[in-house]
C-alpha cells in the first residue's frame, strides 16, 4: 500500500446521495453510509446553495431530487469512512457555488473532519500521496467552479419520470442485461462522429482558475489535495499531463471509449502518474452501470458506478473489490504501470498470449430450500437449476458458459467442468451465476464475482449472493479451481 494512490484502482461511487432513479429519488446520507460500509472509498457529493442561498445542500442539480444538508453528509462520512477500511476516503465535490458559501464549505468541512481532513503544504504535487501514508485521513478532489450556475430547483413539471418497464423488461432491470464488449462500446463510440469530443476545444478550465483566484477563498482552495476537471480544449492534448504536477481527469464513459478506439495507450500512459475517473453517461436516469473494464483496461483508477443500482456490473463491481482485503485499494498490474525503453507502455488492444488457463468444475449447489418459500421456484414441482460461469476481463478473456438444467432439485448436481484461457489473468473476474429453468422466462437464484488472481485452487465452497448483492444465507456452490 505504499505506491502513489495512481497505481490503485480505487473503489469509487458516483452520486453517492441518491436513494434510486437519477431524477426524481431523494438525497439522503444513508447511501453513502452503505457505500461506506461495503468498502466504496470515493465519495461524490454535489454541492448547491440552499432554497434561501445561505446554506450549502446535497441533490442532483436540475433535477427533482429532494435535497439532503451537506453537514449531514460530512458527519455520516467522518462517522462510517473507516468501518470497513482503514484507507483514505476521497470525497470529490461537484460545486455550484458562490465564493462565500465555499467559505462556509471550508468551514464546515475542518469543523467535521478537524485533523482527520488532509491538505497537502505545496500548491501543487508532483505524485500523489500513498494509501498507507494516508491511512485513516478524509481528502478532498475539486476544480474551482468557472462560474456560480443558479439553480431554479430544476426544469421539469411533474414527478412522473420513473421509467416505465413491462414485466418481461422488469426482470431484466433486476439483474441486468448481459455486461457489454467493450471492444463494441469503443467501436460504438468510434462511429458517432457528431460533437466530436477528441478534438473540439472543451471548456477551458486552468486559465478560468486563474482569473478566478481573487474571488476565491484561500481556505477552500487550500483544501483541494486531488486538483480536478474536465479536459482543458481537446481530449488527446489533457491526456498529455503535465511533468510538474498530477491532477485528475473526469471523462463520462462514452468519452473514454472514443478516445479509447484510437488513442488506448494515451490514457495508459497518462494514468501512471495522474488519476482518471470514469463515470456513467448523463442518459442512465434508472442508475444502471456500464462495463467497468472499459475503464480498468485503460487504466482508470476512479471506475465511478451508481452504487445503489442493480445489476450484473454492478455485481462485477462487487467482486473486483473483493481483491486486497475488501480495502478499496486494488494495485495494479505491473505492466500497466510500465514505460518500455522504446517509450512504448500496455496497449489495451494488443493480441496477447495465453499467461494461464483456469480450470473450474461446479460440482453441485445447495441451500435454496432454506433461503427461498418453496413455491418461489415452481408452484408445483422443485426447481430445475443450471449454473452459468464464465470471465469478465478484456475482451479476448470475457466469455460466459451453461451447465445443462438439473430437473426437480432442490440440491442440484452438475458434475461439469470449464476451461478458460487467460491472457490478463491479474485483472480477470470469475463470474457464476445460478438460475431456474422456466418455459416463460427464467428465475433468479444467486450469483458471484470472485478475482481471478485470488482464487485459492481446491475444491471450495463458494457462497451466492442475491440481485442487490447481498449475501444469501445458505446459498452455496461446491466448486473445484485450477490453474495450468
Not at 40 to 52: A, F, H, Y
Not at 94 to 110: F, G, I, P, R, Y
Not at 389 to 394: K, N
Not at 438 to 459: K, N, Y
Request: charged share 25%; with cysteine; glycine share 6%.
Amino acid at each position: 500500500m505504499n505506491a502513489p494512490l495512481s497505481h490503485y484502482f480505487i473503489y469509487t461511487g458516483h452520486n453517492s446521495y441518491l436513494t434510486g432513479n437519477q431524477l426524481s429519488s431523494d438525497c439522503s446520507d444513508i447511501p453513502i453510509i452503505k457505500a461506506l460500509q461495503i468498502g466504496v472509498r470515493v465519495i461524490e457529493l454535489d454541492m448547491w446553495p440552499n432554497s434561501s442561498k445561505d446554506d450549502v445542500d446535497i441533490l442532483h442539480g436540475r433535477t427533482l431530487t429532494a435535497p439532503v444538508s451537506l453537514v449531514k453528509c460530512l458527519k455520516s462520512i467522518k462517522e462510517y469512512a473507516f468501518v470497513a477500511s482503514p484507507y483514505p476516503v476521497i470525497i470529490t465535490l461537484e460545486d455550484h457555488l458562490t465564493s462565500d458559501l465555499q467559505a462556509k464549505v471550508a468551514k464546515m468541512v475542518l469543523e467535521v473532519f478537524g485533523d482527520t481532513l488532509y491538505y497537502p503544504e505545496s500548491k501543487h504535487l508532483q505524485e500523489f500521496p500513498s494509501p498507507e501514508a494516508l491511512r485513516g485521513r478524509v481528502i478532498l478532489s475539486t476544480k474551482p467552479p468557472k462560474e456560480y450556475l443558479e439553480s431554479k430547483g430544476g426544469t421539469m413539471k411533474d414527478r412522473d419520470i420513473e421509467p416505465q418497464f413491462s414485466k418481461g423488461q422488469n426482470e431484466e432491470a433486476v439483474w441486468g442485461t448481459e455486461v457489454p464488449d467493450i471492444q463494441d462500446e469503443m467501436q460504438t463510440a468510434d462511429k458517432q462522429h457528431e460533437n466530436d469530443i477528441l478534438y473540439t476545444q472543451r471548456d477551458v478550465e486552468e486559465d478560468d482558475e486563474k482569473k478566478m483566484c481573487q474571488h476565491h477563498p484561500l481556505e477552500y482552495k487550500h483544501l483541494i489535495t486531488i486538483k480536478a476537471g474536465k479536459p482543458k480544449g481537446a481530449v488527446v492534448d489533457a491526456l498529455k499531463g503535465d511533468p510538474d504536477k498530477v491532477r485528475r481527469l473526469s471523462l463520462s464513459e462514452q468519452e473514454l471509449a472514443k478516445v479509447a478506439a484510437h488513442h488506448g495507450r494515451n490514457i495508459v500512459s497518462f494514468t501512471h502518474k495522474n488519476l482518471l475517473r470514469i463515470y456513467p453517461k448523463g442518459t442512465r436516469f434508472n442508475s444502471s452501470n456500464y462495463n467497468p473494464f472499459l475503464g480498468w483496461v485503460h487504466g482508470a483508477q476512479m471506475v465511478a458506478f451508481n452504487m445503489q443500482g442493480y445489476g450484473r456490473s454492478l455485481w462485477l463491481m462487487h467482486g473486483f473489490y473483493k481483491a486486497n482485503g475488501g480495502c478499496g485499494y486494488v494495485k495494479k498490474p505491473d505492466f500497466m504501470m510500465q514505460t518500455c525503453p522504446d517509450g512504448n507502455v500496455f496497449d489495451p488492444k494488443a493480441d496477447l498470449p495465453v499467461k494461464k488457463t483456469l480450470k473450474v468444475k461446479v460440482y453441485m449447489g445447495e441451500g435454496w430450500q432454506s433461503d427461498f418459500k418453496q413455491t418461489y421456484f415452481d408452484t408445483y414441482s422443485p426447481p430445475d437449476f443450471y449454473a452459468k460461469v464464465g470471465i469478465a476481463g478484456v475482451p479476448s478473456d470475457s466469455v460466459m458458459q451453461k451447465t445443462k438444467a438439473v430437473e426437480d432439485s432442490w440440491v442440484p448436481v452438475w458434475e461439469e467442468e470449464f476451461v478458460f484461457p487467460l491472457t490478463v489473468p491479474e485483472i480477470a473476474l470469475l463470474r457464476v451465476e445460478v438460475h431456474e429453468y422456466d418455459v416463460s422466462e427464467d428465475d433468479f437464484g444467486g450469483q458471484t464475482a470472485l478475482p481471478v488472481s485470488e482464487l485459492r485452487p481446491g475444491i471450495r465452497t463458494v457462497p451466492l449472493f442475491d440481485h442487490k448483492g447481498l449475501k444469501f444465507k445458505s446459498v452455496k456452490l461446491l466448486m473445484r479451481f485450477e490453474f495450468v
